[in-house]
């Protein structure tokens, strides 16, 4: 029955979470970053100065849908939809 949570503890308290829920948390987190066009892609990244370029490996800008829709090297089969 367990088999698919695990025990988080810390000094006061001690969470029974379900890693199903995680996964699908995660899954949720991620897709706002595509659908809200912000997360580690290279035009966010130099835009929070974490870098001094925006460019993809493939070198065309690196945005959000760039990743899903048009980069040929990562590009998703049918975009987000
Ligand atoms: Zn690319």
Redesign the pocket.
Known sequence: MYQHFFILRNATTRFMICLLCIHVVLVYCLLNCFLTEQGHCGACRRKWRLTDTDL?????T?TMS??VE??????LNGGLS
């Open positions: 993809c490996p493939c070198g065309e690196q760039h990743i048009s980069c040929p090297l990562t590009k």
